[in-house]
């Protein structure tokens, strides 16, 4: 019989989303006469826009005539999109990124998760707590999180970095030094933001302690204040900082499936024996060996993200979705909820009334109201007692949602 990973033998329950769906179906199954609000998972639901989808559509059709149709393409991206993302996305900010520290991918999710394969696993990873589970889950497999204490919540070999009230939801500098720090701004799930002097006290934090910080940027299209869309534009961060950018919340690829990664060159590790390596050498040996690449057509619809009608385009949708974020923050502040996040973010973050648990204020709005949000617990310990609501649904749907929750309170 075939030895386990036994790390998956660790993880508590099943993946907080796969939890909630999981809930919410059995729930809808036993009062299907309920109309069931979602403001759970992050999962956008505007359509493409119209540039997107010519994109995709002539990109389909050069898939059906052979002179111009692909097979395999670079497993790193193609040169059209990588160069449009440092064109736009780093050159026009002042930002020296060179293609070849680009890699293209299939989402955020999978990069945030896959790093760890470059990584020794004898590494100690800080996370912020609350923290997106990927980063927790996914160091657990590889066995760099320990144990799990099921009584407090916590991996007793991952260091947590408490996001408050107190702090503003930015992290405190860890007292015991990690040798790989998370970080995510605008943050999933509290939608706090970070400035440029904060980001900078992490830069220096990694660069005096030879740490890598993991800076997962999913949600800078959302930024609309003077905040760092990038960790490269702190000085020194291409020496300390591999970068997670995605087309899902900014463009709607939640489905469609489009992300990139940065591994600066300057970025090195060290191996068992003390050489310094590479890590984007060896995060392009993981991907080469690994991954394939995203479809053409995906990478076509991807660059028109970048065109001046894809642009505005994508602007009106992020515009879309921060206006109902602003309606769920104002709709709860006018009940007396504590509300946070919400701004230059997605996602808001309030504290659950009446001290009811993360999980008790779920199944109270699932249960008589039908609206389902996600549960701060679910983020880790500090997220007990608070609650995450998304601006990515409809703007009805957000609406009615508000009213739900104001009559029910
Ligand atoms: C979330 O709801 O936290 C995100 O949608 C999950 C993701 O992007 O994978």
Redesign the pocket.
């Known amino acids: 019989m075939a030895g386990l990973n036994d790390n998956y033998l660790k993880l508590p329950g099943s993946y907080l989303?796969s939890d909630i769906a999981k809930k919410v179906k059995e729930y809808s199954s036993n009062n299907p006469d309920k109309s069931i609000i979602k403001l759970?998972?992050?999962?956008v639901t505007r359509p493409l826009t119209p540039t997107i989808i010519k994109a995709l559509h002539d990109a389909v059709d050069e898939m059906a005539v052979a002179s111009s149709f692909k097979g395999y393409g670079p497993e790193q991206g193609y040169d059209f999109l990588r160069n449009a993302i440092v064109e736009n996305d780093y050159i026009k900010r002042g930002i020296n990124i060179s293609i070849d520290e680009v890699f293209v991918s299939d989402?955020?999710?999978s990069d945030t998760g896959n790093i760890g394969d470059i990584f020794g696993n004898d590494n100690v990873v800080a996370i912020c707590d609350p923290v997106?589970p990927?980063y927790a889950d996914t160091n657990a497999m590889a066995g760099r999180a320990g144990n799990f204490i099921s009584d407090q919540g916590k991996w007793d070999r991952l260091i947590y970095m408490p996001c408050t009230v107190a702090n503003n939801f930015v992290p405190q500098l860890p007292e015991k030094r990690p040798d790989l720090i998370y970080l995510c701004f605008p943050n999933?799930?509290t939608g706090a933001t970070i400035t440029r002097v904060e980001l900078k006290k992490w830069v220096d934090y990694a660069r005096e302690n030879d740490s890598i910080i993991l800076y997962d940027a999913?949600y800078e299209a959302y930024i609309k204040d003077d905040l760092p869309h990038s960790i490269y534009e702190i000085e020194g961060a291409d020496e300390c900082a591999i970068e997670f950018r995605?087309f899902?919340?900014n463009a709607g690829f939640?489905g469609t499936r489009c992300a990139f990664t940065v591994v600066p060159h300057k970025l090195m590790g060290r191996s068992t024996d003390g050489t310094r390596c590479s890590l984007n050498k060896l995060w392009n040996r993981r991907q080469t060996t690994k991954f394939n690449g995203v479809p053409y057509i995906i990478q076509k619809a991807a660059e028109a993200v970048y065109t001046a009608e894809g642009h505005k385009e994508i602007i009106q949708l992020v515009d879309y979705y921060l206006d109902n974020a602003k309606m769920i923050r104002q709709g709860l502040q006018k009940i007396g909820f504590q509300v946070y996040g919400g701004e230059n973010a997605p996602y808001v973050w309030m504290k659950t009334p009446n001290n009811l648990t993360s999980w008790q204020f779920f199944d109270l709005l699932l249960n008589k109201i039908s609206v389902v949000g996600?549960p701060g617990s679910g983020f880790g310990p500090s997220g007990e007692g608070y609650f995450r609501l998304?601006g990515f649904g409809s703007k009805e749907n957000t609406i009615q949602a508000i009213e739900r929750i104001q009559g029910a309170f």
Do not use: E, W
């Open positions: 989303f759970g998972i992050g999962d989402g955020s999710k997106y990927v999933n799930p999913a995605s899902s919340k939640t996600t998304t």
